[in-house]
């Protein structure tokens, strides 16, 4: 048997496999004063019209998981919160023709930043179902990658603090996502054959494009092949693409590739593949950088410049005024300014920043 541990401990529940498991997880491991919080968040009513968004789904299933382990939940409502400190901020993004990353905001401004806020001092942790671990070592908070690199969630916590950190308990960042599911299988949790959420975190299961259309409509403009000058295709509206993309284009001859963008003039960029060698970036300009447990001592690092399991080594001079300029060994033809770079030393996620500017 387990020691039996009184710490209070709030759990995210989304009513996915892997926050169920992550709540199971504790109550064997001895934990007894637990409580399940559902957040709700606000684009799920409001942008229901554009196809199915079953939170209803989700919260049976969260409210099936916790009468199974006996924890009480709450559905605690940051609607006004996802509003204001996360989707507002996406949106300006796209209208400035950046490309935005809310999953990191997400993370540092609702799940262990708003919601830290509702439940106030009442509860020590806040545990989730997050692919990541944390270790407490020198008197800092370390946050390292999960030993499954495909699913390993730091990317989107890079902009975690050490606050925030020191009250963060993630209960799976040790397993990889088979380790998950045969845990939920063997405990026979309600989840265990749900597929795994895709999607962006405010949206639930709207489909990107279609909530950039709600918000910011279309806006018809010319395709423009960077190497002739020629008009080749029309685009529904800069805000739908972004730098390195190539589905979607609907022109024949291809594939073409988006290597830049005017939002001024409304204008979309492509180069053909024969072309688009020389369109790889290799120096970036990152700003407004959190690094988590300290300015690192290091220089030669890698960096995660979308999520996934790709990282690539890379150089970093961090400049008086805090920005850092990186120097990317392979180079990248999909960086755009608005995403986010992310920083490694080996396991250790260092933080990460905004990419400003491709030189």
């Known amino acids: ?23 199971y997880l504790l109550k064997q491991q001895g934990y007894t004063d637990i409580t399940a919080f559902y957040i709700k968040i606000w684009l799920e009513d409001e ?5 199915e968004c079953p939170w209803e789904t989700d919260l049976k299933f969260a409210r099936a998981v916790c009468e199974k382990l006996d924890v009480p939940l709450e559905v ?47 509860y020590q942790k806040v545990a989730s179902g997050h692919y990541a671990r944390i270790e407490q070592r020198d008197g800092r908070y370390w946050l390292l990658r999960a030993p499954d690199p495909v699913k390993d969630q730091t990317y989107f916590l890079s902009y975690l603090s050490q606050e925030q950190l020191s009250r963060a308990l993630f209960p799976i960042g040790q397993f990889t996502k088979k380790d998950v599911r045969r845990l939920a299988h063997e405990f026979d949790l309600p989840t265990k054959d749900r597929p795994d959420s895709q999607g962006i975190c405010f949206l639930g299961r709207i489909k990107y ?14 395709i423009v092949d960077i190497e002739t000058g020629r008009i080749i295709g ?9 730098i390195g993309q190539r589905q979607g284009l609907k022109l024949s001859g291809g594939p073409w590739y988006v290597v830049n963008k ?57 400049q008086d005024n805090g920005d850092v300029h990186l120097h990317l060994s392979e180079g990248d ?17 260092l933080g990460g920043g905004v990419i400003a500017a491709l030189q």
């Open 1 to 23: 048997m387990p020691k039996m541990n009184h710490m209070k401990i709030a759990v995210l529940l989304s009513g996915g496999v892997d926050s169920s498991v992550a709540l």
């Open 47 to 51: 942008l229901a019209f554009l196809g």
């Open 76 to 122: 605690i409502s940051l609607q006004k919160e996802y509003y204001d400190r996360v989707v507002e901020h996406a949106l300006r993004e796209l209208r400035a023709g950046r490309t935005p990353s809310p999953d990191i905001l997400c993370n540092q401004r609702i799940k262990f930043g708003a919601f830290f806020d509702k439940i106030d001092s009442r």
């Open 209 to 222: 494009p279609d909530f950039v259309k709600a918000n910011l409509g279309e806006k018809p403009g010319d």
């Open 234 to 242: 029309q685009h529904r509206g800069y805000w739908f693409y972004t």
């Open 262 to 318: 005017d939002a001024a003039r409304n204008i979309i960029y492509v180069t053909h593949r024969e072309h688009i060698l020389k369109y790889y970036r290799k120096q970036l300009i990152v700003t407004d950088v959190n690094w988590i447990s300290g300015v690192p001592e290091k220089t030669d690092l890698s960096v995660k410049l979308r999520h996934g399991p790709h990282m690539q080594a890379c150089h970093i001079t961090i």
């Open 333 to 349: 033809k999909g960086t755009a300014p608005g995403q986010y770079a992310v920083f490694y030393d080996g396991d250790v996620c």
